[in-house]
C-alpha cells in the first residue's frame, strides 16, 4: 500500500522546495560519485590490510593517519591472514600491511628454511626473498613479535636471571606451561630451545594460550612462552628472558609494500616515517590501551602519533 500524491495539486511553495531538493540530491550524489572516482583514479586512496588482532589494528591506524596527513584517504580491510595479506599485496589488491619476518618463508608454496635464527640475518635473508618475490620492502618498524620465555619478576630477581642461559641451573626444577605450537614445533619451538641451551624442564605442562598467564600468576607453572608484545606481560608483573643463543624465531615488524607504490614519492614519505618507530616495549603499552583500556585503535594511534610530533 502507498500514498499517490499528484505534483499538479501541490502548492506553488512546495514544488519549488521539492525542485530545488531534488536539485541538490542529484547533484551531491554526482559529485560523491564524481570525487570517489577522481581520487581512486588519482591513487590517493590507500587501502591498508591488517591482521584480526590488537596490534594489528593499532599500526593499521598509525600508518592510515600519516599517509591522510599527507594528503591520503585510506580503508582498512581487516580479518585477513597474513597469507592472504601477502597475496593481496603481491595482486595489488591492498596497498600496505605490516607482517612479521619468519612467518614470511611459510607463503611460499616450498616453505624456504632460514639458514640461521639470528635476527639480523632472518631479516637480509627475509628482505632477499621478498624483493624477489615482487614485493616492496618497507623496512622494520622497531618491535618484534616473537615467542620469548616469561618468568615472574620475583623469580628474576631472586635467581639473578637475564638471558635463557642463565636457567642452566634452574630449568631441571621448573615447570613450563606451553601452547601446543610451542610444544611440538621442532624448528621454532621448545624441541630447538632445549637443544640449543642443553637443559630440559622437569615437566611441560600443555594448555591453551589464554590460560599460561593465570597458570604462572596462580604457581602452577614457573616459566611460559609469551608474545613479546602482549600487555600481560606487565599485567602480571612477569620479566621476558633474552634469547642469547638464538634459538627461538625472531618475528621483526615490517612494511609491505605493493610494488606499484614505490615510485609514489609522498606515499613512501609519509610511510618512512614509522621506521624503527615503536619498540616492544612501548607496542605492548598501546596494545594495553586496546586490551585493558578498552581504547578504540583510531584514538591509540591518534595520541601515540601525536606525542611523536608527526601529525
Not at 600519516?66 to 595489488?92: H, P, R
Not at 624503527?276 to 586490551?291: P, V
Amino acid at each position: 500500500m502507498y500514498l499517490k500524491i499528484s505534483y499538479s495539486s501541490m502548492s506553488m511553495d512546495f514544488k519549488r522546495v521539492l525542485l530545488v531538493f531534488i536539485t541538490l540530491l542529484v547533484f551531491s550524489g554526482t559529485c560523491v560519485i564524481t570525487c570517489t572516482a577522481e581520487e581512486a583514479s588519482s591513487g590517493k586512496k590507500v587501502i591498508i590490510g591488517a591482521m584480526p588482532f590488537n596490534e594489528q589494528y593499532i599500526l593499521a591506524e598509525i600508518a592510515g593517519q600519516l599517509l591522510e596527513n599527507a594528503g591520503y584517504t585510506y580503508e582498512i580491510n581487516s580479518g585477513l591472514n597474513n597469507a592472504m595479506l601477502y597475496q593481496g599485496i603481491k595482486k595489488g589488491q591492498i596497498d600496505l600491511y605490516i607482517d612479521y619476518t619468519s612467518a614470511i618463508p611459510t607463503y611460499f608454496e616450498e616453505q624456504k628454511a632460514l639458514k640461521n635464527l639470528d635476527p639480523d640475518s632472518v631479516t637480509a635473508e627475509v628482505k632477499e626473498m621478498v624483493i624477489a618475490d615482487g614485493v616492496g620492502w618497507g623496512d622494520k618498524i622497531g618491535f618484534r613479535n616473537d615467542y620469548q620465555m616469561a618468568v615472574k619478576d620475583t623469580f628474576a630477581r631472586e635467581k639473578g636471571v637475564e638471558n635463557l642461559s642463565d636457567l642452566a641451573l634452574n630449568a631441571k626444577d621448573m615447570v613450563l606451561g606451553s601452547d601446543l605450537v610451542f610444544h611440538l614445533d621442532e624448528i621454532y619451538g621448545l624441541p630447538n630451545l632445549e637443544k640449543t641451551y642443553g637443559y630440559s624442564f622437569r615437566e611441560v605442562k600443555p594448555m591453551e594460550p589464554t590460560l599460561m598467564f593465570e597458570a604462572i600468576k596462580n604457581n602452577q607453572v614457573d616459566i611460559i612462552p609469551a608474545s613479546s608484545t602482549d600487555s600481560r606481560i606487565d599485567l602480571f608483573n612477569l620479566t621476558t628472558l633474552n634469547d642469547d643463543k638464538a634459538a627461538l624465531a625472531p618475528y621483526d615488524s615490517i612494511l609491505l609494500i605493493t610494488k606499484t607504490r614505490e615510485d609514489d614519492t609522498a606515499f613512501m614519505d609519509a610511510i618512512s616515517n614509522m621506521q624503527n618507530l615503536i619498540d616492544t616495549k612501548t607496542m605492548r603499552s598501546l596494545n594495553k590501551m586496546f586490551d585493558i583500556d578498552k581504547k578504540d585503535a583510531r584514538e591509540i594511534a591518534n595520541e601515540f602519533l601525536t606525542e611523536q610530533g608527526l601529525i
